[in-house]
Antibody
Framework: EVQLVESGGGLVQPGGSLRLSCAAS????????MNWVRQAPGKGLEWVSY????????YYADSVKGRFTISRDNAKNSLYLQMNSLRDEDTAVYYC???????????WGQGTLVTVSS | QSALTQPASVSGSPGQSITISCTGT?????????VSWYQQHPGKAPKLMIY???KRPSGVSNRFSGSKSGNTASLTISGLQAEDEADYYC?????????FGTGTKVTVL
């Protein structure tokens, strides 16, 4: 059974940093591209970042470019999102999602809540 | 990286059919047959309903169908059921990003 489990969310002050993790199981993690998608409270889904299976290709949404860094460790079946210079508008539930083919996210985690507030 | 445009809400009675539109541009929806649709119930993670414009993953009811014309993709739910009441989001490949739609709340009257 495919499982994606996010962790690392919490309360952080504006300007602070946080590192999210996504533990994958039930599939060959190293064969799939992965993404982070977020959802602000009461709002819609927003794609955040993409990383290819070998980490050779990485993309970011303009809203997080230069502040967030996506990475993965295929030996540990894990995906990460390092978030720096956090802003109030980064408050959201962050989901990791497996990408089967481009723009097809077939499995999602349960999400982890990041709250940026003073 | 602008969001795709969806109607805020669509409603229908049980048994009816409804269609949700998703309007993008020639840089995303219009250029690729890589549009997907997601259903999200309150407090839950999104669920893939349609991919590559019109393909259904295993386990998704055949009451859900997708299509595309030009820069606009559409999701049709036929034989509307109470359990279909949820938020729906489209998503399109756009080269170096995959923007989501603004979301549509489906209400079963």
């Amino acid at each position: 059974e495919v499982q994606l489990v996010e962790s690392g969310g919490g309360l952080v002050q504006p300007g602070g940093s946080l590192r999210l993790s996504c533990a994958a199981s039930g599939f060959t993690f190293s064969s799939y591209s992965m993404n982070w998608v977020r959802q602000a409270p009461g709002k819609g889904l927003e794609w955040v970042s993409y990383i290819s299976s070998s980490s050779s290709t990485i993309y970011y949404a303009d809203s997080v470019k230069g502040r967030f860094t996506i990475s993965r460790d295929n030996a540990k079946n894990s995906l990460y999102l390092q978030m720096n210079s956090l802003r109030d508008e980064d408050t959201a539930v962050y989901y990791c999602a497996r990408e089967q083919v481009s723009a097809m996210y077939d499995y999602w985690g349960q999400g982890t809540l990041v709250t940026v507030s003073s | 990286q602008s969001a795709l445009t969806q109607p805020a809400s669509v409603s229908g009675s049980p048994g009816q059919s409804i269609t949700i539109s998703c309007t993008g541009t020639s840089s995303d929806v219009g250029s690729y047959n890589l549009v997907s649709w997601y259903q999200q119930h309150p407090g839950k993670a999104p669920k893939l309903m349609i991919y590559e414009v019109s393909k259904r993953p295993s386990g998704v009811s055949n009451r859900f169908s997708g299509s595309k014309s030009g820069n606009t993709a559409s999701l049709t739910i036929s034989g509307l059921q109470a359990e279909d009441e949820a938020d729906y989001y489209c998503c399109s490949y756009a080269g170096s990003s995959t923007p989501f739609g603004t979301g549509t709340k489906v209400t079963v009257l």
